[in-house]
T-cell receptor, first 113, second 112 residues
Framework: DAKTTQPPSMDCAEGRAANLPCNHSTISGNEYVYWYRQIHSQGPQYIIHGLKNNETNEMASLIITEDRKSSTLILPHATLRDTAVYYCIVRAGGRASGSRLTFGEGTQLTVNP | DAGVIQSPRHEVTEMGQEVTLRCKPISGHDYLFWYRQTMMRGLELLIYFNNNVPIDDSGMPEDRFSAKMPNASFSTLKIQPSEPRDSAVYFC??????????FGPGTRLLVL
């Protein structure tokens, strides 16, 4: 699986949009971009994933650049409960991958009142 | 669905004792993963199963660690004998192929 690079920490004001970047310059054609988050002391929680098109769900939006070498997770209206470590993960598609995930160090997002 | 269930939630034991962690995956999920999280090493995959068969155990730190999945609804991770450096949070996760991994709440293990 391709390696990802994320800033170690970011701050965001409550109510504002939080934009979390991720670089995955070595991503290959069949690899998906996944985002998980981990709120302190809890298990990681799935947020969103995409292959090449932008995606949106009730939690967030995922913007993937046209060359797929980077992506941005957007939390449109951050709340204090969004304070967590956010992981960007590249995962191969298909059965051979076994659905495994490799977690990096992630970005600690702190939402301030 | 109750999600992935892990037990116990907390375990404190003394060095040399056997520790058994338990996991019940989400019904219908045919992949099960065991992870360990520490401050030093982050979240690392130990082993995963597909249809109850271990597929990749390359992350298991040493022979003191073993994992089994006797049926589709139950898995154990055993440490024997335990050592202080095994202190960590152990997570279990399950999914279907190409699906989203759902994580349990974790077991906090402290080995004194």
């Amino acid at each position: 699986d391709a390696k990802t690079t994320q800033p170690p920490s970011m701050d965001c004001a409550e109510g504002r949009a939080a934009n979390l970047p991720c670089n995955h310059s070595t991503i290959s054609g069949n690899e998906y971009v996944y985002w998980y988050r981990q709120i302190h002391s809890q298990g990681p929680q799935y947020i969103i994933h995409g292959l090449k098109n932008n995606e949106t769900n009730e939690m967030a939006s995922l913007i993937i650049t046209e060359d797929r070498k980077s992506s941005t997770l957007i939390l449109p209206h951050a709340t204090l409960r969004d304070t967590a470590v956010y992981y960007c993960i590249v995962r191969a598609g298909g059965r051979a991958s076994g659905s495994r995930l490799t977690f990096g160090e992630g970005t600690q997002l702190t939402v301030n009142p | 669905d109750a999600g992935v269930i892990q037990s116990p939630r907390h375990e404190v034991t003394e060095m040399g004792q056997e520790v058994t962690l338990r996991c019940k995956p989400i019904s219908g999920h045919d992949y099960l993963f065991w992870y360990r999280q520490t401050m030093m090493r982050g979240l690392e995959l130990l082993i995963y199963f597909n249809n109850n068969v271990p597929i990749d155990d390359s992350g298991m730190p040493e022979d003191r660690f073993s994992a089994k999945m006797p049926n589709a609804s139950f898995s154990t991770l055993k440490i024997q004998p335990s050592e202080p450096r095994d202190s960590a949070v152990y997570f279990c996760a399950s999914t279907t192929v190409l699906g989203t991994q759902y994580f349990g709440p974790g077991t906090r293990l402290l080995v004194l």
